[in-house]
C-alpha cells in the first residue's frame, strides 16, 4: 500500500508453501518492529551503562555521538523501504531466464529479504558515531580519514554489495549515501589533538592518580592505627594478671621479717 502511494509499481504476488510460515512471519514482523521503535530506549541504556568509564571530555562527544545515533538509524531505514527495497524487488521480479518460467515468489523469502536489507541498512547508518566515539578516544582524526578515501569507497561498494543482492544499479544507489555519510563522518571527527587538551587529560589522570593515592594512604593509616589499638589492648590484658603475683610474692617477704625481728 505504501509503494502504491507513492508511484511505485511492485505486480508482485506472494504464496504461502509451508503450514506455518505465516505465524511465523508475525512473530519476526513483531521482533523487528519492536527492535526499530525500542531503539532510542536500547542507546540510553548502553549510555548509562559505559557513561561513568569516561572522562569529562570523551563524555561529551559520546553524549552528541549517541544522540544522533537513533535518527541515523531511522534514515537508513527509510532509505532501505523506500528507495533500495523497491529496486531490488523490481529487478528480481522484471528477471527472467526464460519467458515460460514464471516468477512464484513466497512470503518467507521476501520476508527475510525485507527484514536483512531494511535494518542492515539501518545499521550501517552508524558509521558517523562509532567515529565521533573513536575521534573523542583520540583513536582517529579528520587527517587519518581523508588519507583513507581510496579505501573507503572500495569499503563501502564492497559493504553495498553485500547487503543487495546481485543488482549492480541497487548496490551503487546504496553506495551513494554510505560514501556521504563517510564525509560527514570526516567532519564530525575533530581535528589534530592540540597540545593543551593532551595536557589537561594529562592532568586529570594525575588528579585521579593522587585522590587514589590519598585514600590508599588514609586506609593504610586507618589500619596501621587499628593495629596499634590491638597490640595496646593485648598488653593491658598480658600485664594485668601479674600484678596479683608481685603482692602476693611481697606478703611473705613482710612475713619473713618477722620471724627474723
Given at each position: 500500500l505504501t509503494y502504491r502511494l507513492l508511484g511505485i509499481d511492485l505486480s508482485m504476488k506472494l504464496v504461502n508453501i509451508e503450514i506455518s510460515t505465516q505465524f511465523f512471519v508475525h512473530l519476526k514482523v513483531a521482533a523487528a518492529a519492536?527492535?526499530?521503535?525500542?531503539?532510542?530506549?536500547?542507546?540510553?541504556?548502553?549510555?548509562?551503562?559505559?557513561?561513568?568509564?569516561?572522562?569529562?571530555?570523551?563524555?561529551?562527544?559520546?553524549?552528541?555521538?549517541?544522540?544522533?545515533?537513533?535518527?541515523?538509524?531511522?534514515?537508513?531505514?527509510?532509505?532501505?523501504?523506500?528507495?533500495?527495497?523497491?529496486?531490488?524487488l523490481n529487478f528480481f521480479v522484471d528477471y527472467k531466464v526464460s519467458e515460460t518460467v514464471e516468477n512464484t515468489i513466497s512470503l518467507s523469502s521476501y520476508i527475510s529479504l525485507f527484514m536483512s536489507m531494511v535494518l542492515m541498512i539501518g545499521i550501517t547508518f552508524e558509521f558517523p558515531t562509532v567515529i565521533m566515539v573513536l575521534s573523542s578516544m583520540g583513536l582517529v582524526t579528520r587527517s587519518s580519514l581523508r588519507g583513507l578515501r581510496k579505501h573507503a569507497i572500495v569499503v563501502v561498494l564492497c559493504i553495498s554489495a553485500i547487503i543487495t543482492p546481485a543488482d549492480p544499479l541497487s548496490m551503487i544507489v546504496l553506495a551513494i549515501p554510505l560514501y556521504a555519510l563517510y564525509e560527514f563522518s570526516i567532519?564530525?571527527?575533530?581535528?589534530?589533538?592540540?597540545?593543551?587538551?593532551?595536557?589537561?587529560?594529562?592532568?586529570?589522570?594525575?588528579?585521579?592518580?593522587?585522590e587514589t593515592e590519598e585514600d590508599d594512604t588514609e586506609e593504610d593509616a586507618s589500619s596501621d592505627g587499628d593495629e596499634v589499638k590491638q597490640i595496646g589492648a593485648a598488653e593491658e590484658t598480658a600485664e594485668a594478671p601479674e600484678s596479683p603475683e608481685i603482692e602476693e610474692a611481697s606478703e611473705p617477704s613482710s612475713d619473713e621479717s618477722v620471724n627474723l625481728t
Open positions: 519492536g527492535l526499530v521503535f525500542s531503539f532510542p530506549f536500547i542507546v540510553y541504556e548502553l549510555w548509562k551503562f559505559i557513561a561513568p568509564a569516561l572522562y569529562r571530555k570523551e563524555k561529551r562527544a559520546v553524549r552528541k555521538a549517541f544522540g544522533m545515533s537513533t535518527g541515523l538509524f531511522y534514515i537508513g531505514v527509510l532509505v532501505g523501504y523506500y528507495v533500495v527495497l523497491p529496486m531490488c567532519l564530525c571527527a575533530r581535528k589534530e589533538k592540540p597540545e593543551v587538551e593532551e595536557d589537561e587529560e594529562d592532568e586529570d589522570e594525575e588528579e585521579t592518580e593522587s
